[in-house]
């Protein structure tokens, strides 16, 4: 095929191929055990299949109102009225999204502009900082402080000059599995009062917390919530990753602005999926229990490694576990993973491609969103190692 012969500048000169991509690929071309992106490897439930089984054959099969299916958005307003006690409303407050990450990108695109400077804190998950520098945008990179990654709020309240338009936050949080607190909060809440910054919130692991802890959302505090666009993910409370379906909320003014772009970028979601949640959503039951259902699979997972040589960090959070190899190897990070496919035939993601500058701290995450005969098969490796 022909190539473009003209002068070609790239919106992203340091984007290469999304690690998540890079690493999956790696492991099924060696067969390996593939722990590394995170999706669940057993099957969702069937009630919901039936569900959208049901209104595939009955015609729901055309373009969604643009915002989303009523009933789906309305399912949403209860459940976090039920969850936050917090009040959306469902028509002017509540967009349905084709997956998180589109949620991610449309909010930042639809108010970052050139110049302007956005806060993520690192380790980040790998599409923050690529969507501000697609719109021209600034990113500030604030790393969060080892070993329980918190935010450092003094680094933040210098970071913040007048050129600040967006703070990205993100708990449960990607890759290491740490939670904001009431604290983190109400810090946040007082360093934005009386400012033109946004608030863009990534809470897709919401239902997903363990040891009985609580997830504090951006939602919670009238100041926050007045400035805060939240991004949710049915893919990560269903186990259905590929239907690539989520939410977010916002005011209705930021919610007008957030649609102005999101009406061009994917118009509608999927029509009988939406349907379906909608449905799934109405009982509490079918996502109260994920935290306890997934705490035990990380316990299981945790407790096979009892004797390695690998060292767990304490995850509270997500479906992800971060390991620490330092005492068997000093081989960089993406090295040594590369290391696992090709020497033991088991996938996992390095943590530095989280950082812009590829800080190396011989992390590894892993996906414990599998069956216990997966699980089983990745504890036999890595305690032989």
Same mark, same amino acid.
């Given at each position: 095929?022909?190539?473009?012969?003209?002068?070609?500048?790239?919106?992203?000169?340091?984007?290469?191929?999304?690690?998540?991509?890079?690493?999956?690929?790696?492991?099924?071309?060696?067969?390996?055990?593939?722990?590394?992106?995170?999706?669940?490897?057993?099957?969702?439930?069937?009630?919901?299949?039936?569900?959208?089984?049901?209104?595939?054959?009955?015609?729901?099969?055309?373009?969604?109102?643009?915002?989303?299916?009523?009933?789906?958005?309305?399912?949403?307003?209860?459940?976090?009225?039920?969850?936050?006690?917090?009040?959306?409303?469902?028509?002017?407050?509540?967009?349905?999204?084709?997956?998180?990450?589109?949620?991610?990108?449309?909010?930042?695109?639809?108010?970052?502009?050139?110049?302007?400077?956005?806060?993520?804190?690192?380790?980040?998950? !790998?599409?923050?900082?690529?969507?501000?520098?697609a719109c021209g945008g600034l990113v500030k990179h604030i790393a969060l402080k080892a070993p !329980?990654?918190?935010?450092?709020?003094?680094?933040?309240?210098?970071?913040?000059?007048?050129?600040?338009?967006?703070?990205?936050?993100?708990?449960?949080?990607?890759?290491?599995?740490?939670?904001?607190?009431?604290?983190?909060?109400?810090?946040?809440?007082?360093?934005?009062?009386?400012?033109?910054?946004?608030?863009?919130? !990534?809470?897709?692991?919401?239902?997903?917390?363990?040891?009985?802890?609580?997830?504090?959302?951006?939602?919670?505090?009238?100041?926050?919530?007045?400035?805060?666009?939240?991004?949710?993910?049915?893919?990560?409370?269903?186990?259905?990753?590929?239907?690539?379906?989520?939410?977010?909320?916002?005011?209705?003014?930021?919610?007008?602005?957030?649609?102005?772009?999101?009406?061009?970028?994917?118009?509608?979601?999927?029509?009988?999926?939406?349907?379906?949640?909608?449905?799934?959503?109405?009982?509490?039951?079918?996502?109260?229990?994920?935290?306890?259902?997934?705490?035990?699979?990380?316990?299981?997972?945790?407790?096979?490694?009892?004797?390695?040589?690998?060292?767990?960090?304490?995850?509270?959070?997500?479906?992800?576990?971060?390991?620490?190899?330092?005492?068997?190897?000093?081989?960089?990070?993406?090295?040594?993973?590369?290391?696992?496919?090709?020497?033991?035939?088991?996938?996992?993601?390095p943590v530095s491609p989280f950082y812009h500058n590829k800080f190396n701290q011989h992390l590894?995450?892993?996906?414990?969103?599998?069956?216990?005969?997966?699980?089983?098969?990745?504890?036999?490796?890595?305690?032989?190692?």
């Open positions: 095929m022909p190539h473009f012969n003209g002068h070609l500048q790239s919106k992203l000169t340091q984007t290469g191929t999304s690690i998540f991509a890079v690493m999956s690929k790696l492991a099924q071309e060696h067969q390996a055990v593939n722990l590394s992106q995170g999706f669940p490897d057993f099957p969702i439930d069937e009630r919901l299949i039936d569900r959208v089984t049901h209104y595939m054959k009955n015609g729901y099969n055309q373009y969604a109102p643009m915002p989303g299916v009523p009933a789906l958005r309305q399912a949403i307003a209860s459940k976090v009225k039920l969850s936050y006690g917090i009040d959306y409303d469902w028509q002017d407050e509540i967009n349905i999204t084709a997956g998180a990450t589109q949620a991610l990108n449309t909010a930042i695109s639809a108010f970052v502009k050139e110049s302007d400077e956005v806060i993520i804190f690192e380790p980040a998950y !790998d599409s923050y900082a690529p969507s501000v520098r !329980d990654f918190r935010i450092d709020w003094e680094e933040v309240t210098r970071s913040i000059s007048s050129s600040t338009r967006m703070i990205i936050i993100n708990s449960p949080h990607n890759p290491s599995g740490s939670l904001i607190d009431g604290y983190d909060l109400h810090r946040l809440d007082t360093l934005t009062r009386d400012s033109d910054i946004i608030v863009l919130s !990534d809470e897709v692991y919401e239902h997903i917390i363990f040891n009985g802890k609580k997830h504090y959302s951006a939602c919670e505090l009238p100041g926050l919530l007045s400035r805060s666009l939240v991004v949710g993910s049915f893919g990560k409370t269903f186990h259905a990753t590929g239907w690539k379906t989520g939410f977010v909320m916002a005011p209705a003014n930021l919610m007008a602005e957030y649609r102005k772009l999101h009406q061009f970028v994917v118009f509608a979601s999927n029509t009988p999926i939406q349907y379906a949640i909608a449905d799934f959503l109405g009982d509490p039951a079918n996502y109260e229990k994920l935290g306890a259902f997934y705490q035990q699979k990380r316990d299981y997972f945790v407790q096979g490694l009892t004797g390695s040589r690998f060292d767990v960090v304490p995850c509270f959070g997500t479906y992800f576990q971060l390991l620490n190899y330092s005492r068997i190897s000093q081989m960089p990070e993406m090295e040594f993973a590369e290391w696992l496919v090709k020497e033991h035939k088991i996938a996992a993601v590894l995450r892993f996906c414990f969103a599998k069956t216990e005969k997966t699980l089983d098969k990745a504890i036999e490796i890595l305690c032989k190692i």
